[in-house]
């Protein structure tokens, strides 16, 4: 957006905001401050060597672009590091027509990343943060998905699935 188009811009929503009382403008700026937090389960039905296909849990149909700003994985079970029996957990963005797509988000229970303690949030790696790689457009949707190494690591009990949480706010 250019610098005069994003004065116009402002010019308009002043006027609007000051036509407002102040639990109107209190309202509106609730709603733009306000995150909205996404859940999707994740399951291996409690067997080590199973992952978790790609599966869509957010499709942005709000008209504006939104931005990925934290995501966290909450467990049933604790999942061990391990240098080749290991799990990765990805959340990436898809356009509509599901040709183009980027990583957003990652944890892997390697060395590096650590163990995901059963029923604490384990934060994932947020890729790009203040770049367009978290920014999730209009029309676009977020997927979760589970790989594992070698034979991996349970991220179920066989009844409570993995839930992957992802935090967006407004990208404005």
């Known amino acids: ?28 700026k609730r709603f733009f401050d306000s995150k909205f937090k996404v859940r999707v389960p994740l399951t291996d039905s409690g067997a080590s060597a199973t992952a978790a296909p790609a599966q869509t849990f957010f499709t942005n149909d709000l008209g504006a672009t939104l931005r990925v700003t934290a995501a966290k994985l909450l467990s049933p079970v604790t999942i061990a590091p391990g240098a080749t029996h290991n799990v990765t957990f990805t959340v990436d963005k898809v356009d509509a027509d599901g040709s183009n797509s980027a990583t957003i988000a990652t944890y892997t229970s390697d060395v590096a990343g650590g ?31 589970c790989s594992k190494g070698a034979s991996g690591n349970l991220i179920s009990d066989g009844t409570a699935p993995s839930w992957i949480e992802v935090t967006l706010d407004w990208d404005v």
């Open 1 to 28: 957006m250019s610098q005069q188009t994003g004065g116009r811009l402002a010019n308009a929503l002043y006027g609007l905001m000051s036509g407002l009382d102040a639990t109107d403008r209190e309202l509106i």
């Open 115 to 145: 163990t995901a303690t059963a029923d604490k949030p384990k934060e994932l790696t947020v890729t790009g943060g203040t770049s367009t790689v978290a920014a999730v457009a209009s029309g676009w949707s977020l997927r979760a998905a």
